[in-house]
Nanobody, 123 residues
Framework: QVQLVESGGGSVQAGGSLRLSCAAS??????MGWFRRAPGKQRERVSS???????SYVDSVKGRFTISKDNAKNTLYLQMNSLKPEDTAMYYC???????????????????WGQGTQVTVSS
C-alpha cells in the first residue's frame, strides 16, 4: 500500500529551525516534493527533488530551506532554517512516478500525498 507519512513539524520562534521528514512506503518514487498551505492561501509547492538530484525552490524559501532525499531509506527531508512567521502552514509531502508534483490554477497535482504536518512560527 502506498503511504507517505510526514513528521517533524512543530512550533518555533522566528529565526528557528525545523527538519521535516516524509517516509515513503510502497514504492520508490522518482519525483517528490514539499508543499504547504498557509491559512487563507492556496497550497503551493515549496520544493521538489528528482532522482538525479535536481532541486527547485519557491523564491520565498531560497537560501533558507534545503530539500534532500535518502534513497536507501526512501525518506524525503526538508531542512528549514531562519524560519519566518509567514512560513506558518500545513506542510505536505507529495510523490509521483512520472512528473514532479506541482500546483497550477489553485490545484496541485501528484499521485500520492501525505496527511501533513503543522509548522507554526511565532514572531
Amino acid at each position: 500500500q502506498v503511504q507517505l507519512v510526514e513528521s517533524g513539524g512543530g512550533s518555533v520562534q522566528a529565526g528557528g529551525s525545523l527538519r521535516l521528514s516524509c517516509a515513503a512506503s510502497g514504492h520508490t518514487y522518482i519525483y517528490m516534493g514539499w508543499f504547504r498551505r498557509a491559512p487563507g492561501k492556496q497550497r503551493e509547492r515549496v520544493s521538489s527533488i528528482s532522482t538525479d538530484g535536481s532541486t527547485s525552490y519557491v523564491d520565498s524559501v531560497k537560501g533558507r530551506f534545503t530539500i534532500s532525499k535518502d534513497n536507501a531509506k526512501n525518506t524525503l527531508y526538508l531542512q528549514m532554517n531562519s524560519l519566518k512567521p509567514e512560513d506558518t502552514a500545513m506542510y505536505y509531502c507529495a510523490a509521483d512516478r512520472t512528473f514532479a508534483p506541482y500546483c497550477r490554477g489553485g490545484h496541485c497535482f501528484g499521485s500520492y500525498w501525505g496527511q501533513g504536518t503543522q509548522v507554526t512560527v511565532s514572531s
